[in-house]
């Protein structure tokens, strides 16, 4: 990796790009986003053959369904992730794969997550790894809950015994310490 | 809107970007982002945050994952419209593969016509040979007609020696136009048989266009008994046509292939039998 030219271009020339069904643009849709939907797939299928065949079917339902992205209501990557957790959940939720996969344990999975995202050799990281531990444990719990496993506000409460305003107040503050370290 | 900052504060601008709102409350906000560009901001801040950190847990997935979905999507390859973008690495790794391919052709192409001209050399020398083989082959069989031819006339002469009594013999004298002339004609009744001596034959060669014919005397009147070539080197005994109460024998030269009637003042030997 790294070897390899990838793609990049701006949001705008991307959208136009997919719009125009340009192959150019295919390959810098998956360049620029594969590996953080990739991420956030893993995360919640925890198998590495299956996280790629749903994130090939993210790409494929992004591509064939592009016309209802509305660039005026947030993001391209905000739409993506959305489509790429949907996926994925709703693999989740399927007997098959509760049939093949046993119940791991959580934390064995986060481990073995955390490694696997250390390893790889990604300049954007390095350095904000150390920034990322900022954020308290009790908030990047709740984060991750909702943000890569999409767990509702709700469903978050339940599950943490918490009341769903302080879940909202966590998640508030997270976010306002990422933003203090990306923006 | 009663109270900007407690709007921003709620948490629902985080929802709204977690995709964790109804619907109604997703165009609820929506208006807000158009309305205030306070909301847009904050919402816009949320997203990059968040864009960040998922960039910041991405993982790589396997090459094979971007080559399946590029093979299982409709796209059009607009190469010549946006030039920038397509110094992508599969487009390079195609045009290496080009490259390798067109020089592979031109040295395939380069091969087959050398070894096509070659071929073609080879097969000229062969139709000379085989040229030269047919030349040789026409050359023997010319010698073993000749040989069969001396070898009949042999037979021929062999058989009259065999059984002289059986024949009568008629020497020819030459006439007044060449004295000289002579030729033995042996008949042989029983066997209706006639035959000339070629050894005995001595005559003046006859040129391309003559022969000389054999004629029989039959109530006064000439019968044709063939033609026969008179050479310094001819021999054996060569056998003519036959015919029955001959009286005389004579010979004539006449145009190549023998006449239908003797031409009297080109007669070279006769003789009574």
Redesign the interface.
């Known amino acids: ?1 790294g070897l ?4 990049t ?1 701006s949001e705008p020339e991307l959208v136009h ?1 997919i719009q ?9 849709l ?2 620029m986003y ?7 797939i ?2 919640i299928v925890q198998h590495e053959e299956i ?2 065949d749903l ?2 079917d993210t ?2 339902r992004i ?2 369904s592009f016309s209802s992205y509305d660039a005026s ?3 391209l ?2 739409w993506m ?2 489509v790429a ?1 949907n996926i994925a959940i709703d693999k989740t939720r399927s007997k098959e794969f509760r049939n093949s996969s046993k119940t791991e344990d959580i934390e064995n999975n986060v481990l073995t997550l955390d490694k ?2 250390n390893s ?1 050799i ?1 300049p ?2 390095i350095g ?2 150390d920034l ?1 531990e900022k954020l308290k444990p009790e908030h990047k719990i709740i ?1 991750d809950l ?3 496993e999409g767990f ?2 709700v469903e978050v409460a339940e599950k943490l015994e918490i009341p769903l305003g302080t879940v ?2 966590r ?2 503050n997270a ?1 306002i310490t ?2 203090k ?3 | 809107m009663k109270d900007l900052k407690t709007y921003l504060e709620s948490g629902i601008l985080e929802q709204y970007v977690f995709g964790d709102l109804s619907n109604e409350e997703k165009l609820d906000v929506e208006n807000n982002a158009l309305q205030y560009p306070e909301v847009r901001k904050e919402l816009e801040e949320i997203e990059n945050a968040l864009m960040s950190y998922a960039r910041s847990n991405a993982i790589e997935p396997s090459e094979k994952v971007k080559t399946n979905f590029l093979n299982s999507i409709n796209t059009i390859d607009q190469v010549n419209n946006s030039p920038s973008i397509n110094t992508g690495g599969a487009s390079l790794r195609n045009l290496q593969f080009y490259k390798y391919a067109f020089a592979a052709s031109l040295s395939l192409l380069f091969l087959s016509g050398i070894l096509l001209i070659d071929l073609n050399n080879k097969l000229n020398e062969s139709y000379v040979q085989l040229a030269v083989l047919q030349s040789d082959n026409q050359k023997f069989s010319n010698q073993v007609n000749y040989k069969e031819n001396e070898l009949r006339d042999t037979k021929n002469a062999l058989q009259f020696y065999k059984n002289p009594a059986a024949y009568k013999l008629v020497t020819l004298k030459g006439s007044a136009k060449a004295p000289e002339a002579s030729l033995l004609v042996a008949l042989n009744e029983n066997k209706e048989e006639v035959m000339i001596d070629l050894s005995s034959l001595n005559m003046p060669s006859n040129d391309q266009e003559h022969q000389y014919q054999l004629w029989a005397m039959v109530d006064g009147k000439p019968v044709d008994l063939g033609v026969f070539d008179a050479k310094d080197d001819s021999t054996g005994m060569k056998r003519m046509k036959f015919i029955k109460d001959a009286q005389a024998f004579a010979v004539t030269l006449e145009p190549k292939g023998g006449s239908l009637n003797p031409t009297m003042d080109k007669m070279m030997a006769i003789g009574n039998i």
């Open positions: 990796m390899k030219t990838k793609i271009l790009a125009k069904k340009d192959k150019s643009g295919a390959e810098a998956y360049d594969s590996s953080s939907l990739y991420g956030v893993f995360r996280a790629e994130l090939q790409f494929i591509w064939n209501k947030g993001r990557f905000t992730v959305n957790r696997k995202v790889e990604n954007e990281i904000l790894k990322i984060l909702v943000y890569f509702t506000h909202k107040t998640l508030r976010i990422l933003r370290v990306f923006n």
